[in-house]
Nanobody
Framework: QVQLVESGGGLVQSGGSLRLSCATSRITFRLYTMGWFRQAPGKERELVARITSDHNTDYADSAQGRFIISRDNTKNSVYLQMNSLKREDTAVYYC?????????????WGQGTQVTVSS
């Protein structure tokens, strides 16, 4: 069974930092584009950052310059370093793995980790 397990969330003061981790199992990790999404109460889930199998990255405007996504193919894991956190970064953060294998797209989600930024 495919698993994506996030960790590293918590309560942090505005201006602080957190590092989220997502450990995966039972996928060929190196083939997947890995992403971090977030969902705040009453809002839709939105992309925060993603990194392709070729290590190309892109970020939401809100994350650009503050967050860094990285991956370690030897550990089947993806990370999100979040700096200069703001109250509006408060949300549940979800790890996503997606691979377009031609006729089939494989798309998996983690269970989420809560990030709360206090003023």
């Amino acid at each position: 069974q495919v698993q994506l397990v996030e960790s590293g969330g918590g309560l942090v003061q505005s201006g602080g930092s957190l590092r989220l981790s997502c450990a995966t199992s039972r996928i060929t990790f190196r083939l997947y584009t890995m992403g971090w999404f977030r969902q705040a109460p009453g809002k839709e889930r939105e992309l925060v950052a993603r990194i392709t199998s070729d290590h190309n990255t892109d970020y939401a405007d809100s994350a650009q310059g503050r967050f860094i996504i990285s991956r370690d193919n030897t550990k089947n894991s993806v990370y999100l370093q979040m700096n200069s956190l703001k109250r509006e970064d408060t949300a549940v953060y979800y790890c996503n793995a997606i691979w377009d294998a031609g006729p089939t797209t494989y798309n998996y989600w983690g269970q989420g980790t809560q990030v709360t930024v206090s003023s």
